[in-house]
């Protein structure tokens, strides 16, 4: 064949249309587009790449970052000096002077007279060492009346108390506020201050613990003369405690710890 029968072939590839591409040898396209398939590749690694990095530095810094120092509580700031009170969970340590307000069953809270605070005053009871005196001076002032006082129970450690409410409840099947009524719980008593005094007649022992003893001569002899000696009944009949009536139950109040350990929590 001469020359004139045969197509011509173009120099280059990119004298074909679109249609010619479409028709040209498979090899003839994979060439032309080899670049542009390297680019697109080239871009999907990198952002891959970029993709891990970020999720890499993102675990980092929340495992490892620096954690700020917490700040110490700083104490609460008081006007003009004052002095917190302590927390009604903190407990009170004996010769503390300061009764919490809190109470329980009608009762407030006292602290446990330390054994230095406390002295004789009968047999195997003691009392605060300020009221000790001022008790034996009563007795004797009513004995010379004819009127024989007696000290059944004065001084009280919580443990005496734990007894004297909880053991004593269960043995007569009391429930709580029938407990509380005449004896208060341990830590919430005023015998553990040593200022407290049950009194009995000792010609009407019968009437000792009872509300009948406000029909004795001691009683009577008390209601009069009690105050010269700075003792007053705790449970007079209709107390804003609620504490059940207690005429044998006695508490000094003549110095200025007594004062304050008896008046300040009800003054609250």
């Keep these: ?15 074909y249309s679109a249609s010619q ?9 994979e060439s032309r587009d080899e670049p542009r398939k390297s680019k697109n590749s080239l871009k999907l ?28 509580a700083s104490p609460t700031v008081r006007p003009s000096g004052a002095v917190a009170k302590p ?13 919490s307000p809190d109470q329980v069953l009608g009762h407030y809270r ?13 047999d195997g009871i003691k009392m605060h060492k300020a009221a000790a005196p001022k008790f034996l001076a009563m007795v004797d002032a009513a004995q010379a009346e004819g ?21 004593v409840k269960a043995e007569r099947g009391q429930n709580t506020d029938t407990r509380a009524d005449v004896s208060a719980p341990p830590g919430y008593s005023e015998h553990h201050t040593g200022y407290a005094a049950d009194i009995g007649d000792a010609n009407e022992s019968s009437t000792n613990l009872s509300q009948s003893f406000d029909q004795t001569a001691a009683f009577k ?12 009944m705790s449970f007079a009949k209709g107390n804003p405690e609620k504490v059940s009536y207690e ?19 009800r003054k609250k």
Excluded: C
Excluded at 21 to 29: E, F, I, K, S, V
Excluded at 47 to 67: G, M
Excluded at 87 to 99: F, H, K, L, M, Y
């Design 45 to 72: 690694v990198g952002l891959a790449i970029a993709t891990f990095l970020l999720v890499i530095l993102s675990f980092l810094w929340s495992n490892f970052r620096p954690q700020p120092t917490p700040l110490a």
């Design 147 to 167: 009127v024989n006082l007696v000290l059944i129970s004065g001084f009280r450690s919580v443990e005496d108390q734990t007894h004297l409410f909880f053991d």
């Design 110 to 122: 006292y602290a446990e007279a330390p054994q230095s605070e406390l002295e004789p005053v009968a």
């Design 221 to 232: 002899w008390l209601q009069k003369n009690a105050a010269y000696y700075s003792f007053e």
């Design 247 to 265: 005429p044998w139950h006695w508490r000094y109040v003549g110095d200025r710890k007594s004062l304050e350990i008896f008046y300040r929590a």
């Design 21 to 29: 591409h479409d028709d040209l040898p498979q090899a003839y396209r």
């Design 87 to 99: 927390s009604v969970t903190q407990p009170i340590a004996p010769g503390n002077v300061e009764a």
């Design 1 to 15: 064949m001469d020359d004139a029968g045969l197509p011509k072939v173009p120099k280059r590839l990119s004298e």
